[in-house]
């Protein structure tokens, strides 16, 4: 009865780590870039049907809760804005596996041309990471 | 035993719910603000070391996982940009309790003339609420 219960327990402490969308302590990245007015509809119908494969290796890239948002600017201008958080112990290498996932390379070839990067992101980037003022837990 | 396992199973499921920064579901909000350049330094300030009356307010409006970012666009203007998710199960009565406090009413004298809000933005919105396009838990 005691090995039951532990093992219960234990299945407990398993939930809780694979149950939250989150591990603490979790990297937050967020990032901006502009999307082309006549590619909207096209670039929203993309992302309210993802291929299943590049889902799969998002998250396999230890990316979890990873939201993007659409808004206009009062100048007419159409721009994204993304969320996400990244869980595992080595970004750059999970980052190079992402990039280099066949599906996820033919993805990007559908969504690329519906974006206008930001000129001043850094190097290396496509969305514009931004920078950190405010957290709450 | 049977109730035993019962129990520990209970107990699984609580942690899930309890141990996350967020129980599933939650409703995850990403909005949009101008920022003054001139006023850029002390917004910033004032968030790298927030009232920690304000702190409890929010979360005690049952608003979590609360990050805001900053970025510099092309023209040359400063946005913020927040994203937070709300646990609880009345977010009319919960962001009244919040803006009714007087401490986060004492913040907001604070942070308000350092916002541009956008011009589009909807009624009664301080903050531009955006269009969730895309999520992955």
């Known amino acids: 009865m005691?090995?039951?219960?532990?093992?219960?327990?234990?299945?407990a402490l398993v939930v809780t780590q694979?149950?939250?969308?989150?591990?603490?302590?979790?990297?937050r990245y967020g990032a901006v870039i502009g999307v082309k007015p006549e590619k909207l509809e096209y670039y929203k119908e993309l992302h309210a049907n993802p291929w299943?494969?590049?889902?799969?290796?998002?998250?396999k890239a230890n990316i979890t809760n990873y939201s993007i948002y659409l808004t206009q600017f009062d100048d007419g201008q159409w721009y994204l804005f993304s969320?996400?958080?990244?869980?595992?112990?080595?970004f750059e290498k999970d980052m190079k596996i992402l990039t280099e996932n066949e599906e996820v390379q033919r993805w990007w070839k559908e969504t690329d041309p519906c974006q206008n990067p930001l000129a001043s992101r850094?190097?290396?980037?496509?969305?514009?990471?931004m920078e950190e003022v405010y957290h709450l837990d």
Do not use: I
Request: aromatic share 12%; with cysteine; hydrophobic share 35%.
């Open 122 to 129: 850094g190097e290396g980037q496509w969305w514009k990471n």
């Open 52 to 59: 299943p494969a590049v889902n799969e290796a998002v998250a």
């Open 18 to 27: 694979t149950g939250c969308h989150t591990s603490r302590p979790a990297q």
């Open 83 to 90: 969320y996400f958080e990244y869980t595992g112990d080595d």
């Open 2 to 11: 005691k090995n039951l219960m532990l093992g219960s327990l234990l299945l």
